[in-house]
Each structure stands twice: as structure tokens, then as C-alpha cells.
């Protein structure tokens, strides 16, 4: 069943408690400030508290703040409440020091089982170390000898000679798993940032394996056949991760919501390139032979559609961020759509092709990455993606059949939040439409103009329309056999219906 109109969609999340009231924000700094949880002060401070509850719908997840676990069990539980209230939830990590991390777990999940709020971890850094280092698992040259030539920082090996199964860190994993199952902790979302470390096929990775004898062997056509490297190569990652990752955490938790950076259902391509992918921020790595699509200035690369699957994740992760090349991809003279059309891009492929039974969350990220740190270095007119159209991004996403986002935004939560939150509280006075609706509008324009996403639920339409060209008129856009017409409103939604 895919995201697409006159289809319904299961609900998705846990069933939160009714908000609490948290702090009055004129004593909270003190409090937080005596107890041990400064960092998140100025956070709970400038993010008001929800007026509606969420009802059956996840939380925003915060990846970079950590929780204040030096804090007394009185202050934690009153920052696990004013989070709560705001609909925002921080992360517990599966740390390399495993009693530390059990005593913590204990601690903080339980406190957050008595609240009854989700249980989300990051096993980010016990999820690394898939691809071994061991020359049994290089390339192998026409002389014999091994060889790795990758350009990567990690320079996997030949993706031929490796297997899906790593007993080391599956067995980190399980552990984790059956010691939070055996302490009665529930785990309800499992989320990693694993990237780095396994077989990957660009920058020089398909030039070593053509040189490779293993590899020729295997794919026959690797000369000139880049979709058939590539597959193997995104084939074993995802079975790498069902191995070690997947499977042993459905083993004690089978209802888990687990995920994992990047990882989502996709039309074939990625609209990205991330910055271990390019030659340097903004100047993405081109190979001959590969068909890349192009926009202007963009490369669009294809991508192997059955990795998601493959992985057995389900919950779906895309990467929406601000990367420094999408401002120099487009010379659209409105600065603040070529932001919003790459990063739209990406979030409307993964939306278009995720089930409606896998939550979509993707990975979130407004303020460029990679810009150069001098002003004379940038582009002429450069300027990050403004906070309201940052807010017009998150309205579109969440009309596209996002559910809910993970916010990685180290330094600036504050400034990102504001505007993600202001969003997603908004949404919530139209909860029936995100329950029960179906997204029914993915395109956009390939020129600055008129951007249309709606919601459709019991005969109506739930609209979002963000201008990006003068003069605004009312458009009508034709829609299962009718037309939409959607007036001009201004930095609000509209419940339309079809005529």
C-alpha cells in the first residue's frame, strides 16, 4: 500500500500521555542550572509547550542535545515532562561501555516508562566496524596481491569477498538488545547513523573493482555496467544491516520501530550527494559511465531501489538537508527555492514510494552544511534558507506523508526548532487529516512558482500553498479526474474540496 491519494494510512507512533505542564519559564533557567541540566535550558525556554495533544502521532526526535542523566531523578523526570510537553524526545545511546549504558538505560527508560513516553535509542556508536580490515577482504589485483583504492576515508574492500554477518558487532547489538528486553525496558524506536565503514561504490570504488579479479569474476560486466556493481554493492549493505542490526533487535523487541540514517523506499535517485561522496563540500565526484540525471547544475545519481527492503528496516529515514551544493545546483534568482527544491526533491521521493504501514521521519536539517566560513569564498547573493520558508518546507513535508522528523542540528537547535516545532504544533489542530488522510500531491515546480501539498481525508483536502513568483493567483491543479482550486493564503493551510 504506497502513500498515494484514496488510500487510507494506519496510524503511526505511541499513544502519548496527555501533556503536562512543565516549568514556568521564569524559574526554569535556576532550576536547570542547579541541577544539572543547563544545556537544555535555553532549549525548553524558547520552544513553548504544545496546546494539543499528539495524539497517536510521534514525537520530534532530537539527535544532537544529550539527557541530563548527572541530574537528580527528580530534575531528569521534570526535563522528561517539559520535553514531553513541547512533543519532543531525546535519545538514549547504546554506548561502547555497557555497564554504564545498562545503569543509564535503567534509569532514564524507566523514568520514561512511568511517563509513558516512546523509548527511542541511538546505536550509533556500537553500530560501526562491519567491513573488516583484513586483507582476506581486499581487492584483489592481477598480480595477487591485495589492494583497497576506494578515495574513501574508511577504503572498503572488495565487496565480493565480504559477508553479511559480523559476529563482533551483531553480538554487540544483541547484548544491547536482550539486556534492555531483560531489565522489562521497552524499546519502541531504534535509530543509527550508520554510513561509514561498509562497501560503498562511489568516488573510485567501481575504477578498483574493475581492476579486481574477484570482482570481474563475479560481475561479468562490470566494465561497463555500472547499475550491476552497484547493486552487489548496495545489496550487501543492506544485508549487512538486516544481519547484524535488524534481526537481533526484532529478536527481543518484534514491534520496534527500527531505522537507520539514509535508508528509505526512493524513486532511483538520490538528489544528494553527502560530504564523504564528493571531492569537497559543494563539488560532488563525477564518474564516466554512470548515468547520472542532470538539472542546470545538479547531478541526480541513481540509486538501487531495493535497498530499504533489503535491509528489513521499517521506518524510513531520508536525509533532507541543507547541503552547500544545492545553493550552487540551481540559478534560480530566488535564493530561498533552490534550498527548498532540492531538499523537497529528495523528501518527495522517499515520500511518494514509502508504504503507508512504515512511518516516514526523515533526518532534518536547515542551515547549510559545508558553506565556505568566508563571505568573499561564496557565491554572489548566497544566503541560507530563511526560518519562514524553513517553516513552509516542514508544513510540505508533513502534507507529503512525513510523520514526524529527527533534527540534527548541532549548535543551532534553538534556531532550527523554532520554526520545525511552530510547524508541527500547527499541524495538530488538523489531527484527523494526519491519522487517517493520504498525501495526494508530490510534484513541484522545476522553476521558482506555486508549491501545492495536500492531505486528503473524508472528501477534503488539506492545503498548503507557498509562493515563490509574483503576482499570486488563485491555480488549479487537476486531481483524480476534478480540478483544485487553490487560492492565494499566505503562510496558512486551507480545507478545500475537489470541484
Known sequence: MKRTAGESRPLVGLLLLPLLLCPATSTWAAEAARDGVAPLAALLEAIPPLTSPLGQRPPLFLWSPEL???ASDAQLETTLRALQARGLCLFLRWQP????????????????KKLGLPVAVDATPVSHGLFPKADSYSHVGQDGKPFRG????????????????????????????RAQQAAELPLDYWISDWELDGPNEWKQSWAAARKCVTCCRQIPDIATNFAAFQAVVRQLRAEMQRENFVRPVQACFPAVRIGNYAMNPHDGYRYYWDYYEEDAFGKPNL????????????????WWRGEFETSGYNLAAPVIYAWYHLFANYAFTNTDYRWFYGMLLEGSSAARHTPANTPLIPFLHGMPIGAPDKTSDRPVGFAPLNAAMFKELVWHLLLRGADSFILWAPGDEVRELQPLQAAYAESLAYQEFFEKGTPALFDLPDQPGVVVSAMKWNGKLLVRR???????APVIIPLDGKQLFVPVAPGRCQVLTLE
Open 68 to 70: 541530563p542523566v548527572t
Open 97 to 112: 561501555d555497557a555497564s554504564n549504558t545498562m545503569t543509564q538505560l535503567r534509569r532514564v527508560a524507566g523514568i520514561h
Open 150 to 177: 576506494s578515495g574513501l576515508s574508511w577504503n572498503p574492500g572488495c565487496p565480493c569477498r565480504a559477508t553479511s554477518r559480523n559476529d563482533a558487532v551483531r553480538g554487540r547489538i544483541d547484548s544491547y538488545a
Open 287 to 302: 564518474t564516466d559511465g554512470i548515468a547520472y540525471r542532470r538539472e542546470q547544475g545538479a547531478y541526480y545519481r541513481p
Open 466 to 472: 507557498t509562493d515563490f513568483a509574483d503576482p499570486a
